[in-house]
C-alpha cells in the first residue's frame, strides 16, 4: 500500500516538473529601466553649463515617467541653481534613431542672472516653479544611448540645450 502511494506521489511529482510553465521570454514592449545624465547649457543671454542626471521607466516602448535632476552652473558650490522635476517623457519605435521629446515639472532654488563681472545664482528667490520642454533625437547601440535635444524652460525665460548618454537596463 505504502509503495502505491510513494510510486502515485513521484509519478505526480514528476508530471507536475515537466508540465511547469516555460520561460516567458520578454519583448520589446515589456517595461524598461532608463537612466540617463546630460550636459548642456542654458541661457538667458550668455550661455551658462548644466548637468542632470534622469531615472525613468519606459513603458509600451514609448512612454517614459522619469524624475530628473538639474544643476545649472555646477562648479559655482553654493551658487549653484537646482531644480529637481518630474516629466513625461515620449519617443518614437525606433530601434537605432528614436525621436524624442519631454516636458517636465518642478521646483527650482533659483534662476542664473549673469552679473557684469560674471555668473551669478540668485538665491535670494525661494523655490519656485520649474516648467521644461524639449524635442531631441537618440541613436541606440544596444543598451546604451546618445542623444541630443534642444528646449526651454518658459517661467524663467532660458533656452536649453543638451547632449544625453544613457542606459536602458532591466527590460525587454
Known amino acids: 500500500m505504502h509503495a502505491a502511494k510513494l510510486t502515485l506521489l513521484s509519478l505526480g511529482l ?7 510553465p516555460a520561460e516567458v521570454k520578454k519583448t520589446a514592449d515589456d ?15 550668455d550661455l551658462t553649463p548644466t548637468v542632470s542626471a534622469r531615472l525613468g521607466v519606459d513603458f ?7 524624475v530628473r535632476l538639474v544643476s545649472v552652473a555646477p562648479w559655482s558650490g553654493s551658487q549653484s541653481a537646482w531644480a529637481i522635476q518630474a516629466e513625461l517623457r515620449g519617443h518614437t519605435r525606433g530601434s537605432l534613431l528614436q525621436l524624442t521629446g519631454g516636458i517636465g515639472f518642478g521646483l527650482a532654488t533659483a534662476n542664473v542672472v549673469r552679473a557684469p563681472t560674471g555668473v551669478d545664482a540668485d538665491l535670494s528667490r525661494p523655490a519656485q516653479p520649474w ?3 524639449d524635442v ?3 541613436v541606440l547601440l544596444g543598451p546604451l544611448f ?5 528646449g526651454g524652460a518658459p517661467l524663467q525665460q532660458q533656452w536649453l540645450a543638451s547632449l544625453n548618454l544613457g542606459f536602458v537596463a532591466f527590460g525587454g
Request: proline share 5%; net charge positive.
Open 131 to 133: 516648467l521644461t520642454g
Open 136 to 138: 531631441g533625437a537618440r
Open 146 to 150: 546618445l542623444g541630443v535635444s534642444v
Open 14 to 20: 514528476v508530471t507536475a516538473a515537466l508540465a511547469a
Open 31 to 45: 517595461p524598461k529601466l532608463e537612466v540617463e545624465v546630460t550636459g548642456g547649457v542654458t541661457s538667458r543671454s
Open 60 to 66: 509600451w516602448n514609448w512612454f517614459t515617467p522619469s
